[in-house]
T-cell receptor, first 115, second 114 residues
Framework: GAVVSQHPSRVICKSGTSVKIECRSL??????MFWYRQFPKQSLMLMAT?????????EQGVEKDKFLINHASLTLSTLTVTSAHPEDSSFYIC???????????FGDGTRLSIL | DAKTTQPPSMDCAEGRAANLPCNHS???????VYWYRQIHSQGPQYIIH???NNETNEMASLIITEDRKSSTLILPHATLRDTAVYYC???????????????FGGGTRVLVKP
């Protein structure tokens, strides 16, 4: 149980393109999903917290107009990197949680490469 | 502020027990100890968590000292597939799920050798 699916797993696109990443909880309903970013040889950094039916909460230094988050249902959250540039190239990972007393479960990540 | 301290790396032999230490000397009474691991190019995987009692599941055992200032994750029979970065995280779980933000430190890079 507790499977989180992320799609796509790998994206390569040109600078200026907008890229959408999907995060789905397959066998449970997630009240909250988290989005992380991980640069090479670094640890995961939380970008934002996504709650179903409400606006996402962004961490300090993360541009909300650059990284659009939509949490339309209890099983789906999307992250759109708008007008992506090479410095946005990174490994983006989502996690989902049902209640606060259960651990987070992570997707397998999306490796984004902007040329 | 780093809430946990872990050795940056360690090697262990395949088939032997791997003991991964974590110091969390400033842990609060309501904070749990969580362990996750990240295999290369994958998302983190939840392993185990505990408050003060030792815990065991199909993946590992968690030993928490009586004063709760440190803990040890034990992989009983390490395999090559256990090679990963292991993260020890302390967190006070909140009823409101959005409050449960995980802060990942540097972790311990574990290399299981044949």
């Amino acid at each position: 149980g507790a499977v989180v699916s992320q799609h796509p797993s790998r994206v390569i696109c040109k600078s200026g393109t907008s890229v959408k990443i999907e995060c789905r909880s397959l066998d449970f309903q997630a009240t909250t999903m988290f989005w992380y970013r991980q640069f090479p040889k670094q640890s995961l950094m939380l970008m934002a917290t996504s709650n179903e039916g409400s606006k996402a909460t962004y961490e300090q230094g993360v541009e909300k107009d650059k990284f659009l988050i939509n949490h339309a249902s209890l099983t789906l959250s999307t992250l759109t990197v708008t007008s992506a540039h090479p410095e946005d190239s990174s490994f983006y990972i989502c996690s989902a949680i049902v209640t606060g007393y259960q651990p987070q479960h992570f997707g397998d990540g999306t490796r984004l490469s902007i040329l | 502020d780093a809430k946990t301290t872990q050795p940056p790396s360690m090697d262990c032999a395949e088939g032997r027990a791997a003991n991964l230490p974590c110091n969390h000397s400033t842990i609060s009474g309501n904070e749990y100890v969580y362990w996750y691991r990240q295999i290369h190019s994958q998302g983190p995987q939840y392993i185990i968590h505990g408050l003060k009692n030792n815990e065991t599941n199909e993946m590992a055992s968690l030993i928490i000292t009586e004063d709760r200032k440190s803990s040890t994750l034990i992989l009983p029979h390490a395999t090559l597939r256990d090679t990963a970065v292991y993260y020890c995280i302390v967190l006070a779980p909140m009823i409101k799920a959005a409050g449960n933000k995980l802060t990942f430190g540097g972790g311990t890079r574990v290399l299981v050798k044949p």
